[in-house]
């Protein structure tokens, strides 16, 4: 059992008090008489260590704290406690806790400043690793024997045929709210059956690539940040450079193939998927039968929108698997910098989605794809 130190006071000279401590004065017993001793509201003329069993350098400040603050004298310090007191007199500060703040003029400024470096720094870097990849792709172009094909299937696995189950489900669900939210806003006009136009279309155009991206992004991005910013740190990646192997080709360019070809399929497979929510639920709220709808589904829907999402999906799936490789391999230092970047290439590759996916949208209607 923990035994804690303690205090008693008297009286003492000149309206004060005398305060004796007792017990193990040490870093893992001071906890509570330390909120203690700040709180007392006299004065304290004496402070009195003959009933310390055991002192370390906390200790030692403590006692010293309480006798500077108040004008106090120690008392009853055997050697080794006076020994630390000494040491902790001479190594007194008068440095500020906390440095004083900027003027806002100049803070603000430096912050602009070092917000513009850093951007311009991040854009030389993911230049610098696309040129990396351009090429580790052009060296496997020449050399196809070096292509890591299992290490391709493995993450053609991991991104791909491992995400089926959530993505599917999260599309048929989606599929059911856009059915759902649309039939309440169309039955208004009595025009309930367009809702299989305003979901097929919908789910082919936008929603589908859309929310596989942000999904593929918080799954498979978040986990090349991690991994391969786990391999820097143990460094792994440098032990591959030594004995002549390629982290690009090894490790980068798989999850960018795999992640740009299984975005492909992700994203035409959860448009289906929002469909058929879509069908399941207009079965039973609107009285439109499941296989009605999907047949009215080729009717409406044109073929430009399923090209405008099988293109927009692998491009999204890229700037994710670009966004986590990047950030896994700018890792440097201890763990705390894995959370961070893995958390910097999840929020960077949904940013970028969303940006590309307006960008999408303006460009395929300009060219009649609208």
């Not at 006798?67 to 190594?91: F, M, P, Q, W």
């Not at 293109?311 to 230092?333: D, H, N, R, T």
């Not at 958390?343 to 960077?348: K, S």
Request: aromatic fraction near 8%; include cysteine; proline fraction near 3%.
């Amino acid at each position: 059992m923990r035994e804690w130190a303690e205090f008693t006071s008297e009286a003492g000279k000149d309206g004060g008090v005398k305060i004796a401590l007792t017990g193990p004065l040490t870093v893992a017993s001071i906890g509570v008489i330390d909120r203690q001793l700040r709180s007392i509201p006299d004065k304290v003329t004496t402070v009195d260590l003959s009933g310390i069993a055991e002192i370390d350098t906390v200790g030692a400040w403590t006692a010293w704290r309480v006798a500077r603050d108040n004008g106090a004298e120690i008392v009853g310090a055997d050697e080794k406690a006076t020994r630390l007191i000494d040491a902790v007199k001479i190594s007194e500060g008068d440095a500020a806790i906390r440095e004083a703040r900027e003027p806002l003029l100049r803070r603000v400024p430096e912050a602009v400043g070092a917000g513009i470096v850093t951007f311009g720094q991040g854009i030389r870097g993911i230049v610098g690793f696309l040129g990396a990849i351009v090429v580790a792709l052009g060296s496997l172009i020449r050399h196809p024997t070096r292509f890591r094909t299992k290490a391709f299937v493995r993450q053609v696995e991991l991104v791909g045929v491992s995400a089926l189950g959530i993505i599917g489900l999260m599309s048929f669900l989606i599929g059911i709210v856009i059915a759902q939210q649309g039939a309440v806003q169309l039955e208004q006009f009595g025009a309930s059956i367009y809702t299989i136009n305003l979901t097929g279309r919908l789910s082919m155009r936008e929603l589908g690539p859309l929310m596989t991206a942000i999904m593929v992004a918080g799954r498979s991005g978040s986990a090349f940040a991690a991994q391969l910013g786990t391999m820097k740190l143990t460094e792994e990646i440098d032990a591959m450079r030594t004995i002549g192997v390629s982290p690009m080709e090894a490790l980068v360019v798989p999850r960018i193939l795999a992640a740009f070809f299984m975005m492909l399929l992700l994203g035409f497979y959860a448009s289906i998927m929002a469909i058929v929510g879509g069908a399941f639920l207009a079965n039973f709220a609107l009285d439109i039968p499941f296989f009605t709808f999907l047949t009215r589904i080729q009717e409406v829907v044109p073929i430009s929108d399923l090209w405008v999402g099988l293109v927009k999906a692998p491009v999204f799936g890229l700037i994710i698997a670009l966004a986590g490789c990047y950030q896994g391999m700018q890792v440097e230092g201890n763990a705390e910098e894995v959370g961070k970047r893995t958390t910097q290439a999840v929020v960077q590759a949904i940013f970028m989605v969303i940006v590309l996916d307006a960008f999408f949208a303006v460009f395929f209607t300009k060219v009649g794809w609208g």
